[in-house]
């Protein structure tokens, strides 16, 4: 179905082109219980996640309209074919179940007459065991040295969840095993990290939902040289270990069989922070740990699946990004953490939103008639203020900010920590209500809108609920636009092209189809290149 062609978006098209809603300077006046009408409140094991969409420039008109587009894009009937397995990726035929990855032991989704959550905790047992190990030290290095360190080899989903997930815990506990990323296939990146670790007592984990992804398996070949050069070629094998589907793919790869961690081919690689790509984190922090993370993720999913819509973080959430992008016009969305642990969730969402909800057909194959995801970026506050905010707050675009704060101090630095909160508080005020001045230079429109997010403590379940709130706001999104979020067809191209003019370049020759700019830059590169 065109959603765009339904009741409720023709009316919200039209209040929005004749801006019938009123400021937020207005609003907070005419709607007095505004605040806790569009904040939801929840629990996660023993702390609370407060969203705060109250700073949105939503109406109860708009909202109410909202609530009526969900109804009839049929997002609830999805969310629930979703959780129950029905295929949803339906240009590759499969179900996207990245919530049984977080099921509890002994439930039930059933995909092809296999109970998968049984299949997932066999794999997590697994992990458990290995974390253990080698947390205990009955796990060692082929010389018998205890395991210090492990390299993380991935990249996308194979590597931002992770990356994300180590720094963010690393603030609530040191990790008892260092843990280092591997992503870019740029060998400046591998270096520096092995050139910092010693290979007798580091294991690698080459995570890679495919195994075929080229800059993931570049890495990886470098990686096990610098074990075999240092250890000699029979020990890679003992430190090395494989996360993918496709176990076949290793065999050929120096990686034992029995080192190898299952994934499924219905885990999207973006939403595969819940599946064994987070080995490199039970091993650093513990899998109670993970299972925690686990935990605050499966209570962020019980949420969406059966809080009403007025209640539902997730639902009004993704229909508010909706409004923005598509009726508003807003082309980007910021996303400002006022947390140095959770810098790396602009780039973590980055990849979720964009990969999932950048496309111009619906899963009909139908051309969208509307505008689909923004474009995600961000920083940390404060830095951000220092940065980019100026044009946030003057700049002729207006910018939604979803805004993520903490509020139990991670350090002895009180002060300075209600410091940080304060300004997280003072921007999205500033962004709301500006202020009046005779210059006009000096003037601050308001009226911008934000989000705001706070956890009482940052801990491995808030920090899931965190990530598990936004896997299911883009997936509301990509619901509303008659989208599927779970293929990425759009990076298939760049891939055979990089293949081919990587062939190319070997051979000195730029192909005979090749267009006028790519010889001029082959021909350039060879003529300067270290090999020239
Ligand atoms: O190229 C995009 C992508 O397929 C992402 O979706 C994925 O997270 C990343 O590459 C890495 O893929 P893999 O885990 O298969 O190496």
Known sequence: MDITACEQWTSLESRASRKTVASLKELFVSEPGR??????????????????????NVDKEVFCELAGLAATARVAE???????????????????????????????????????????????????????????????????????????????????????????LSTTGAPQV???FVSNVDPTNVTRVLGGLDPATTIVVVCSKSFSTAETLANARIAQRWLADALGGDAVAHHTVAVTVDASKVASSGIAAARVLKMWSWVGGRYSVSSAVNVCNAIAFGADSIDQFLGGMRAMDEHFAHEPFERNAPMILGVIGVWNRSLLGRGSH??????DSLGLLPSYLQQLEMESNGKVVTRDGEVLSTESSPVIWGGVGTNAQHAFMQLLHQGTSVVPVTFIGVAR???????????????????????????????????????????????????????GALIALFEHVVFVQGCVWGINSFDQWGVELGKKL??????????????ASRDASSVQLQKWYLRHSSRA
Request: proline fraction near 5%; charged fraction near 15%; glycine fraction near 10%.
């Open 498 to 511: 990089a293949h081919e003019v990587a062939t190319e370049l070997a051979s000195g020759e730029p192909g």
């Open 78 to 168: 999805a969310r629930d074919a979703m959780l129950s397995g029905a295929i949803v990726n339906t240009s590759e035929v499969q179900p996207a179940l990245h919530t049984a990855l977080r099921a509890p032991r002994g439930s039930k989704v059933v995909v092809n007459g296999v109970n998968v959550v049984d299949e997932v905790w066999a794999v997590r047992d697994e992990v458990t065991g290995f974390a253990h190990d080698v947390r205990e030290g009955r796990y060692r290095g082929a010389t018998g040295r205890i395991i210090t360190d492990v390299v993380n080899i991935g990249i996308g989903g194979s590597d931002l969840g992770p990356a994300l997930v180590y720094l963010a």
């Open 334 to 339: 910021a996303i400002v953490p006022y947390a």
């Open 178 to 180: 260092r843990v280092s």
């Open 409 to 463: 101090a991670a350090t002895a630095h009180h002060g300075e920590h209600a410091a940080l909160v304060a300004n997280m508080i003072a921007q999205s005020a500033a962004l709301a209500f500006g202020s009046t001045h005779d210059d006009p230079a000096r003037a601050m429109p308001g009226n911008r809108p934000s989000t705001t997010i706070v956890l009482s403590a940052l801990t491995p379940g808030t920090l």
């Open 35 to 56: 605040t806790s009408a569009m904040s939801v409140e929840m629990e996660i094991d023993g702390q609370s996640m407060l969203i705060d969409a109250s700073k949105q």
